[in-house]
C-alpha cells in the first residue's frame, strides 16, 4: 500500500521560501508521474504543479518562475520550492500519485505578516 506523508508547511512573511516534501513508501514512485494541489479555505482544490517520470514539469500560471517541482527516484521524494511567497499562497498542500486517488494529508502553508 502506498503512503504519501508530505512536510515542510509552516507560517511564512509574504516574499520567503520554503520546501515541501512528500515521501512515498511503496514501489509505485519511480514509475509515476506526481503532483502537487493545494486548497485553499472556502475554494477548490487545485493543481499547483506537476512531473513526470521523465522530469518534465508543468506549473500554473499564478506560480510560474516562483515555485519548481523536483523528484528524487532514489529517495522517493517529491519536492516543491516556493519563493517569493504570497498571502494568496496560503493553503493547505498536497502531494499525489497522478492518474491514481492516491493523496497525503496535506501541510498547511501559512504566508502572512
Do not use: H
Not at 504519501?4 to 514509475?31: K, M, T, W
Not at 517520470?53 to 510560474?64: A, E, F, L, P
Amino acid at each position: 500500500q502506498v503512503q504519501l506523508v508530505e512536510s515542510g508547511g509552516g507560517l511564512v512573511q509574504p516574499g520567503g521560501s520554503l520546501r515541501l516534501s512528500c515521501a512515498a513508501s511503496g514501489s509505485i514512485f519511480s514509475n509515476n508521474a506526481m503532483g502537487w494541489y493545494r486548497q485553499a479555505p472556502g475554494k477548490q482544490r487545485e493543481q499547483v504543479a506537476a512531473i513526470t517520470t521523465d522530469y518534465y514539469t508543468t506549473y500554473i500560471g499564478s506560480v510560474k518562475g516562483r515555485f519548481t517541482i523536483s523528484r528524487d527516484n532514489a529517495k522517493n521524494t517529491v519536492y516543491l520550492q516556493m519563493n517569493s511567497l504570497k498571502p494568496e499562497d496560503t493553503a493547505v498542500y498536497y502531494c499525489r500519485v497522478l492518474g491514481r486517488e492516491i493523496w497525503g494529508r496535506g501541510t498547511l502553508v501559512t504566508v502572512s505578516s
